[in-house]
């Protein structure tokens, strides 16, 4: 399909709606792909409208348009029993005019509808047939819309027939102040047909796109994204303490959700998925309204920090660069433990005076006033005791020895000594390897570089096209253009950083200085 004919399309279709483009597109989406919508929202926001208006998109459609009840029956929803056909003995319904017929569907309040209807709901969302009688009657629905102002209480009961639609969209009044405004002015119907001939959808094309759909290409990178997301829900679910909460995506839907995901790319006539296709998961993944938000905000971060990196094969490409590096640095840099004696320092800020006698008092000076003394060149300093409290203030010089102090009491000199503690620390001694290592090296290294240019390439050369498409995308907001491109740059400072750290490890084998050990 031409991306200007699904644009204009929803232009047509948007005509008198207000804040409606999103739902009307990823409806007019689900059409194409053959899947089915549930809006939720409370009454009067246009649920019902969005149904009429997606029929129009089609030559020769008709619609079917039911408010389900407690007291609803399957006569109402798929036709009557045939008078004719029970006189033959066959038990068979008058479907014309009725959903197994129609094109569109639209079932509000869907779940008040009784066992029976949900039985029959359940293989015409599925697999798009009706068993009428003894007939399996193949239909011709391109999309079934669904609506209600709750989500389904009973699991157990509604949970299969809920899950049966594959996107979810949450319907709200109009927030525009500007937009409402339009809406109250607004003195024309807003039923009727909204499309030019030209651009519907025949049922000839409906049906070729159907298998070219299926034809697009799912990329290594977005396999990858669907893995995280997958793991990022089961995080979710370990976290959430009642079982009603946690998320369920089974591999039906998650077949389903790629199939959407390839019409979004053929919308925009590529060839494969993209990244930014993948945010149409949003709408398909979340059971209640409250967990749309941690969902959106897990499809971001899988697509910010991991975008691009899978496609270039990035962490193959930095293990390789790790083990080039552990490899050159065990035979080149020997390690060597060694261990000084150090003054002692207490509170960050003091050294330790070794009792010596009962003539000073002091316990402590600071590390500071004893980095200043002088050996000839006597200073007046302080000295504290345990509390750190002024019991001295006398001459002071360095001692002869190591780590003490001399100091002059009353016309007396004094020594005092220090206390010390050893440290350990470990010395690195440069060793030349063999020359066959090195040589061994320097063809590993040329390998490691050249796939390094390869993906430099293939970033510089793959993705500007992606990202110039990405502010007109029609199917999702601007601000993912951002996150896409962030994670363009992050993989391209990857590629700087892996770059850095190879060459750091071809210097320590090929650099001439080294000690002989």
Known sequence: MQKERFSALIDHLEKGLYERREILSLSLL?????ESVFMIGPPGVGKSLIARRLKYAFQDSQSFEYLMTRFSTPEEVFGPVSIQKLK?????????????????VFLDEIWKAGSAIQNALLTVLNERIYRNGGETIQTDIRCILAASNEIPQDSDVLGPLYDRFLLR?????????????????????????????ELKISQAEWKKWQGDVLQIIIPESVAYIVHIIRDKIEEYNQRAKEEHKRIFISDRRWKKIMNLLRAAAYVHERKEVQLADCFLMSHCLWNHPDQKSELENMLKESIRDHGYSLNLKLPALRREVELFAQDVESETRLKIKESKEVLRIVEHEYHIIKKNNDRFKA???????????KRNEAQVINYYD???????????????????IEVTVNGQKEILRLETHREEHIRIVNKKPHKLLSAYWEEWGDKIEQFLREKEQDLHESTPA??????????IGKETAGLIRHNLASVQNELSDLRFELEKSQHLFRSPEHELV
């Not at 689900?30 to 053959?34: C, E, N, P, T």
């Not at 319907?171 to 909204?194: R, V, Y």
């Not at 992606?466 to 199917?475: G, K, S, T, V």
């Open 363 to 373: 316990e402590r000076v600071k590390v500071k006033d004893l980095r200043n003394l």
């Open 88 to 104: 033959d003995d066959k038990y068979e319904r008058n479907t014309d005019r009725y959903l197994p017929s129609a094109q569109i």
């Open 169 to 197: 969209y949450v319907l709200n009044p109009i927030k525009s102040p500007k937009l409402f405004a339009k809406l109250l002015n607004q003195n024309t119907s807003l039923e009727g047909d909204p499309i030019p001939e």
């Open 30 to 34: 689900a059409a194409l792909s053959g």
């Open 466 to 475: 992606e990202l110039d498409e990405l502010p007109n995308h029609l199917l």
């Open 386 to 404: 345990a509390e750190n409290k002024l019991v001295n203030r006398v001459e002071s010089i360095l001692g002869e020895q190591a780590f003490s």
